[in-house]
């Protein structure tokens, strides 16, 4: 059994067999909409909100290179930490706990200065 506070802000979003390899999911978590992607045995959380179209699409990319990339416009965004494939600012990313096959996400609200 883990410790309760290992899970400390993290809300279960999913189980992993919900999850499909190499395609999104989205979900919201605590009024954050996020999009969770299974690649092998690591899943990876980024805000589903593109930065670009500011729509609720990213979900809906595609893998390609450790990155999704926007459907709408083709921008790629590195899993791992949410930058631009470039390196420049990008999607927020989520830390991401599996704990007993569920899928716990820590998420943090953001405020948007369109």
């Not at 899970?7 to 999911?25: A, P, W």
Request: aromatic share 12%; with cysteine.
């Amino acid at each position: 059994m883990r410790n309760n506070e290992e899970l400390q802000d993290f809300f279960k979003v999913c189980r992993l067999d919900e999850l499909s390899e190499k395609r999104g999911k989205k979900f919201l978590v605590n009024d954050v909409e996020i999009a969770l992607f299974k690649i092998d045995e690591n899943v990876y959380a980024l805000n589903n909100v593109c930065t670009h179209l500011h729509a609720s699409i990213i979900f809906d990319g595609f893998i390609e290179d450790d990155c999704v990339v926007c459907p709408a416009h083709g921008w790629e965004y590195r899993l791992k930490d949410g930058k631009r494939a470039d390196g420049r600012k990008g999607l927020d990313s989520y830390q991401v706990k599996i704990v007993e096959s569920d899928v716990y996400v820590k998420v943090f609200k953001k405020i948007f200065n369109w």
